[in-house]
C-alpha cells in the first residue's frame, strides 16, 4: 500500500497530479481545504486490513472504512511532518557545526544533546543519606528481588501471597491493594506487601517502590553510543518501525547518516516496507530488504563497516506465516544481533507475556516499552520486565519523531508509575465528588 499526499490550488489541479501520479486505480483516503488549496490523500493498492495494522490500537476508533481511511490519511500527514521536522532539524544542527568548524568524527559522543547512561539509583527523595549503609541495603534488596524474581518467574505456589498474620495485616493487605492499583499483578503485589508487611503503610509503601526500582533493570549502554546490530521485534502494530525511525533520526542528528543502516525481514505483508523506506530517503539512510535472494547474514556482512544497524521485522504472531523463520534467521545469525521485543505499555499484562513467550526464541537481550503517554498505570509493565528479567533499553512516550524516545531508567520509570497511579487516583476523586 503506498500512501501520497497532492497538494494544489484547485481541487480539479490535485486529481489531476494524482491522475498523472498514481494512475486510475488510486483510492482518494481524504481530501480538505488547507491554506492556499486542496490536500488530497490517496492510496494505491489500500488494504483494510493492513490500514488497521498501520494504525494500532487507534484502528478500534474506527468504526467504519471511510473513518478509518480519513485516521490513515491523518497518520500519513502526521509522519510527513514530523519526518519534514526533523530532517530541518539535522539540517539546523549540520549548519551550527559547520560555522562552528566542528568536523564529524563518526563515533565521537560528546554532543550534551545525547541522554548519558545513569546507574540505577533508588527513588531519589526516599534514598537514605548514609552511602554505604545505602550500599548495603540496596545489596539486600537486590538479593531480595532476585528470590522475588525467582518466585514469580517459575514457582507459582510459592509465589501464593500469604494470608496475611500477625500485627502487619492490615499494613500487608493495604499495601498489596495500593501495589495493585500501581498496575501490579496479584502475585507480585502479595509478594512485595510480604515482604515489607512490619513497618508504617506509607514506609512500606516507599520500602516497595525501591523494591522495584532495584528490580528493574535496564540497559547499560546507549545503543547509538555502544553501536552493533539491533532487531526489534514484537507484535503488530506494537511501534517497532515508528521506534527504529525515532531512533535512526536521533542517530542522524548526532552523527550523521553515514554510518547507519536499516534493515527490514518483512517480506511477509504487502507494500510492508513503505513506512521504513520512508525514514531512509528522509534521512539518507540506506534500507535493505532480506528476500528469497538476500538472506539476513548477506546483507549482514556487506554492512559490516556501519556503525549501527537496525531491523526491522514484520509483527506476526505464531498462527501467521514466516514467523518461524523470521525468529530463525534472527536466532541463527552469525552476526550479534540483539533481538529486543517491543512491548506496547497498553497491553494487558496476560498479553504481554504471552508475546514475550511467543518472541522468546529470537534470543531476546532486552525490551522496548512503547506508548507509555497512552497508559493509564505503568505497573502492569514494570511488573512484567520485572518478571521476565528482561532489561528495559528504551521506552517511548508519544508519536513525535525522535523526541518522544527515551533512554530507560528504572528510578525515573518508577516514579512516573508514581505519578500515574497519583492523577489517576486524582481523577477518580474527581469523578466521586462530581
Ligand atoms: N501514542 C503513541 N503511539 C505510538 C507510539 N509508538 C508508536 N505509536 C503508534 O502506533 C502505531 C503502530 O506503530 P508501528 O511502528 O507501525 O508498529 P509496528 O510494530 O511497526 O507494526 P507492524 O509493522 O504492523 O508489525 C502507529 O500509529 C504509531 O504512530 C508511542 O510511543 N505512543
Ligand atoms: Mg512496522
Known sequence: MKVKRFFAQTMAEALKQVSNEMGPDAVILSNRRVDGGVEIVTALDYDENMARQRLGDKAAEATNGSRLAEMQADQHRHLESELTRSRSRIQEVREKRASAGARYTGVAFDDATLEQAEPEQPVADEAPADGAGYNSELASMKAEIESLRDLVRGNAAASQPKKPEGPGNAVQQRLSERLQEFGLGHELAGTLAQQNRNARLEDAWKQSLKMLATGVRTARHSWLEAGGVYALVGPTGSGKTTTIGKLAARYVLEHGPDSLALVTTDRYRVAAHEQLFVFGRILNVPVRVVDETHSLDDILD??????????????????????QEQLAELARSHHNIRSHLVVSA?????????VWHCYKMANLAGCVMTKIDEALTLGESLGFVMETGLPV????????????????????????????LRAMQHSQAVAEGA
Open 302 to 323: 556487506e554492512l559490516s563497516d556501519r556503525h549501527l544497524v537496525l531491523i526491522d521485522t514484520a509483527g506476526l504472531t505464531s498462527s501467521d506465516r514466516g514467523y
Open 346 to 354: 497498553t497491553s494487558q499484562p496476560r498479553i504481554m507475556k504471552s
Open 393 to 420: 533499553a528504551w521506552y517511548t512516550d508519544g508519536q513525535k519523531i525522535p523526541e518522544d524516545l527515551h533512554r530507560a531508567q528504572a528510578v525515573p520509570l518508577v516514579r512516573l508509575g508514581v505519578e500515574r
